[in-house]
Structure formats: structure tokens, C-alpha cells
Nanobody
Framework: QVQLVESGGGLVQAGESLRLSCVVS????????MGWFRQAPGKEREFVAG????????YYDDSVKGRFTISRDNVKNTVYLQMNSLKPEDTAVYYC??????????????????WGQGTQVTVSS
């Protein structure tokens, strides 16, 4: 069983920054591709960013490209999402997810095997 625990959410004003962290249990983190998703009230969960198992491949949704950066530390079993220039439309619950197959970076929710409990990000205007 793989457990994921997110942290770092909060309430900020538009234009400010937050960094989310997701710690993953177990010894095989370096073999997982990882992703960040978000879900706003009344909307479906959507892909935000993904990173390959080595960190060499990164992919972003167009809505966050240039503002968000995904990274990982395979020693600390942690994946990060640095969010800059936040906008009110970024308000959502943010989830990290693990793809145990580790082949490439995927935007589809169904590709991911394990999920964290989510952390709330609220951006006021």
C-alpha cells in the first residue's frame, strides 16, 4: 500500500505564491511517475502537472504553464508543486497522485494508482 500526504495549501491573495509538498511512503518512489491534479467545487478533477520518475520529463496544463513548477526529490520521497502568480481561478483542492508503472507522464486520472487526501488552495482577488 502506497500512502501520499499533501501539505502546503492555504489562503493567499492573487499574485502570491505557495509551494505544495507530497510525501510518498515506501521504498519505490523513484520508480513512480507523479502528478498533481486539482478539483474546484462543482467541477471535475483536472490534471495540473506531471513529472517522470527521474524528473527529466515534466508536463503542464496550459492554464498553469509558466506559473507552476513541478519537481521531485527521490531521496526525500517527495514531489513539489511551486505555484507562483496565483489567480482566483486556481482555487481548488489539490491532489498528488502516483503512477506505479512509471512509463512517461500521463494526464489521465485513470492512469494513476494512488492518491493523497488533498490540500485546499484558496486565492482571493
Amino acid at each position: 500500500q502506497v500512502q501520499l500526504v499533501e501539505s502546503g495549501g492555504g489562503l493567499v491573495q492573487a499574485g502570491e505564491s505557495l509551494r505544495l509538498s507530497c510525501v510518498v511512503s515506501g521504498q519505490s518512489f523513484s520508480t513512480y511517475a507523479m502528478g498533481w491534479f486539482r478539483q474546484a467545487p462543482g467541477k471535475e478533477r483536472e490534471f495540473v502537472a506531471g513529472i517522470s520518475k527521474t524528473g527529466s520529463g515534466r508536463y503542464y496544463d496550459d492554464s498553469v504553464k509558466g506559473r507552476f513548477t513541478i519537481s521531485r526529490d527521490n531521496v526525500k520521497n517527495t514531489v513539489y508543486l511551486q505555484m507562483n502568480s496565483l489567480k482566483p481561478e486556481d482555487t481548488a483542492v489539490y491532489y498528488c497522485a502516483a503512477d506505479l508503472h512509471g512509463q512517461g507522464v500521463w494526464t489521465l486520472r485513470t492512469r494513476y494508482d494512488y492518491w493523497g487526501q488533498g490540500t485546499q488552495v484558496t486565492v482571493s482577488s
